[in-house]
């Protein structure tokens, strides 16, 4: 099976931010084929199309999957009102994940806003090998700092406004460390601003990178052809889509 | 357990239930789902002469009770289905439709014309797309275009001929005589509704194309109201479409003159969605003891 529909429990239920929500999801199947960098895709009620989510924690014995998303309209809303013991309807395991190197001995996972869930199941695999360089709008927005540390990771914060770490994007500490050297590999989840300026710094310095993108999306898997991505292939502009092709890409074939 | 078979211009189908034109691709990945033999056929991504790559990003957006999406005909060519996607399609026992567009009637033709020497089970040819001859007014929505494009069509091909109509004219029964007049064997109905959303922050359209067909729930009705209409206006079968979404809402679209019905954006709820409307008509016409399918075609008793 690569992926499958169903109604599964939600296990646990947290609010950890204002408006950001974590479930943790009892499915089996899913957590069995499930591969970090993928994403679920979530039925709302009342709405016509899912809403794809990005997977934030596997664990395959357990048999569950955990999520971690913002409340970013009527869509996400009504996800957000589900609660412990209820279903959640979901299409997943989906799209194409994260390019893992077990003899990788030092990597970077950057994460900006609600683009950091995704990095966790890496940095569970990578554990010290790993620096995390998060960003946020403010200390109050902050999430899985806690849960980076715990994976062993190395966790850099930055803030907008300097509430919390250091005053600034998370480009400037990516900066220093790519200056450093001995960086195997980069990976990074955020806004498309942020993403354009790593793969530009990555590019300089001859970093594998991978880029996680988000985009407006029907099927979830790769039928209906909404969800495209301008990239290259063998020097060729190819229309690639977000659902299957990606969310992951090597960031060197994107087209900004 | 019902009869569920319809016969659509001389093509038996065991349930009349295919998903429509661009939210299916061609069946590959919903094969990971349910076995495509289930369905009583597949309409196929619009396929043109030549590669298209389709139109910038974001390409959908939600709507209330519905959804807009501007593809843009992305597709391989017509050459890479034939060599690729409609020999597996022809491995599994479901009718082919395989749709098709151009930009050009002469195009429309060609391709129609390939998929002649075929095994290909039908040919649905879209006409809601841009006429670059005619300024880039759709095909679709002018009678003299929509019975050329058809015409030329007929010319290049045995196949059983569908034409699917786009809603966004004046009179939708005007188009289909006009398509009946030029050879086509059926007509189906409807193609999505022209709409447009903006994004009220930026002030920009959420298309990147700025507009968009719109399909799901909401299009309903309209896909009813048009149904009956044409089938009370041409001899030709009807395929229906548009917002279905149960099995009630198929058996509504067949008694409103529908000989098939065509399964789009409920997809993208609920990726089973064709698998249990069929299983949703059998227990309908189970529950009202009626044996067959064809029965209610056209059942209607308008007032």
């Not at chain 1, 609660?83 to 996972?109: C, R």
């Not at chain 2, 059983?160 to 109905?189: C, Y």
Request: glycine letters at 10%; one cysteine or more.
């Amino acid at each position: 099976m690569r992926y499958t529909q169903g109604k599964y429990i939600i296990a646990k239920k947290q609010a950890i931010a204002r408006q950001i929500y974590s479930f943790e999801i009892s499915c089996p199947e899913v957590a069995a084929a499930a591969v970090p960098g993928q994403f679920v895709h979530i039925r709302a009620a009342s709405f016509t199309l899912r809403r794809p989510i990005s997977i934030c924690g596997i664990d395959k014995e357990k048999g569950t999957l955990r999520i971690v998303f913002e409340i970013r309209g009527e869509g996400t809303a009504q996800i957000a009102q589900l609660n412990e013991g209820q279903l959640i309807d979901m299409l997943a395991p989906l799209g194409h994940g994260f390019t893992i190197d077990p003899s990788y001995k030092k990597v970077v996972l950057i994460g900006g806003g609600i683009g950091t869930p995704p990095m966790l199941p890496l940095a569970k695999l990578y554990g010290s090998r790993a620096t995390v360089i998060s960003g946020f709008r403010s200390a109050g927005a902050a999430i899985l700092q806690e849960d980076f540390a715990s994976a062993g990771a190395e966790t850099i914060l930055c803030t907008d406004d300097g509430s919390a770490g250091i005053h600034g994007f998370v480009t400037e500490p990516f900066k220093e460390l790519a200056e450093q050297g001995g960086i195997d590999a980069v990976y990074a989840c955020g806004p498309m601003p942020m993403l354009k300026n790593i793969a530009a710094i990555c590019k300089e310095k001859g970093i594998f990178c991978q880029i996680s993108l988000e985009e407006r999306m029907a099927c979830g898997i790769g039928a209906c052809l909404g969800c495209a991505c301008r990239t290259k292939r063998n020097d060729e502009e190819y229309f690639a889509h977000v659902c299957k092709d990606g969310p992951v890409f090597n960031a060197e074939e994107v087209l900004w | 357990m019902a009869d569920l078979s319809v016969n659509i211009c001389g093509v038996d189908m065991k349930n009349p239930v295919i998903p429509a034109s661009g939210v299916f691709g061609y069946g590959r990945e919903y094969e990971e789902l349910f076995p495509l033999s289930e369905l009583g056929g597949i309409a196929t991504k619009g396929t043109t002469l030549h590669l298209r790559t389709g139109n910038l990003s974001p390409r959908i957006a939600e709507t209330p009770a519905g959804m807009l999406n501007s593809v843009g005909l992305q597709n391989p060519g017509i050459d890479h289905f034939i060599e690729t996607e409609l020999p597996y399609l022809l491995t599994k026992d479901l009718v082919v439709l395989a749709n098709i567009a151009g930009a050009t009637p002469e195009e429309c033709a060609e391709v129609a014309a390939k998929l002649d020497e075929t095994d290909v089970h039908m040919i649905e040819l879209n006409i809601s797309c841009p006429n670059v001859k005619q300024g880039g007014a759709a095909f679709g929505t002018r009678c003299d275009m929509a019975e050329e494009v058809t015409r030329k069509v007929r010319a290049a091909t045995k196949k059983p001929l569908v034409v699917k109509l786009s809603p966004n004219v004046t009179s939708i029964t005007e188009i289909a005589k006009a398509v009946e007049a030029a050879g086509a064997d059926a007509v189906s109905l409807i193609n999505t509704l022209l709409g447009m959303r903006i994004d009220i922050n930026t002030g920009r359209p959420v298309l990147r194309n700025n507009v968009g067909g719109l399909s799901g729930p909401a299009v309903f009705p309209i896909a009813v109201r048009m149904v009956w209409q044409v089938a009370n206006a041409v001899k030709i079968p009807v395929i229906g479409m548009g917002g279905v979404s149960s099995g009630r809402d198929a058996i509504e679209l067949m008694m409103a003159g529908a000989s098939a019905v065509q399964v789009g954006a409920a997809i993208f709820t609920d990726p089973y969605a064709p698998v249990r409307i069929i299983s949703e008509m059998n227990e309908w016409l189970d529950s009202k003891g009626i044996s067959s399918v064809k029965d209610i075609i056209g059942a209607v008793k308008p007032w």
